[in-house]
């Protein structure tokens, strides 16, 4: 693969993440969050920290399906963000456990269909 089509591929490959706090103080709170959560799970979502998942899409258009998903599953409580982000720039997210560095998570291969 030319390094220019892995550079295309790079900008068009598209991350959604979705950081949210819920209030879990009544039980229908608690019950509303964790239907959230699994519901984001059912779509494809992986936990990337606690209140934060994300998920791998081949393009924009397939990242904002999933974005206008969870829009639909929004709680009545709460706050939700929603961030689309292309492949490299989640390619440059530098994470760490406490001081030492730690590697990205496994990034899906793209399969391209010719």
């Known amino acids: 693969m030319s390094i220019e089509l892995t550079r295309l591929n790079?900008?068009?490959v598209m991350w959604t993440l979705v950081m949210y706090d819920l209030p879990t103080e009544t039980k229908?709170?608690?019950?509303?969050?964790?239907?959230?959560?699994k519901e984001l799970m059912n779509d494809g979502f992986s936990m990337f920290q606690f209140s934060m998942y994300v998920r791998h899409s081949s393009s924009s258009e397939n990242a904002d399906v999933h974005k206008n998903r969870?829009?639909?599953?929004?709680?009545?409580h709460?706050?939700?963000g929603i961030l689309q982000i292309t492949d490299k720039?989640?390619?440059?997210?530098?994470?760490?456990?406490?001081?030492?560095?730690?590697?990205?998570?496994?990034?899906?291969?793209?399969?391209?269909?010719?």
């Open 10 to 12: 790079a900008y068009r």
């Open 89 to 114: 720039q989640f390619g440059e997210m530098e994470i760490f456990y406490g001081a030492k560095p730690v590697e990205l998570p496994n990034i899906p291969q793209q399969l391209e269909l010719f």
């Open 28 to 37: 229908k709170d608690r019950k509303a969050a964790a239907r959230f959560r």
């Open 70 to 76: 969870v829009k639909r599953l929004l709680p009545e």
């Open 78 to 80: 709460g706050k939700v």
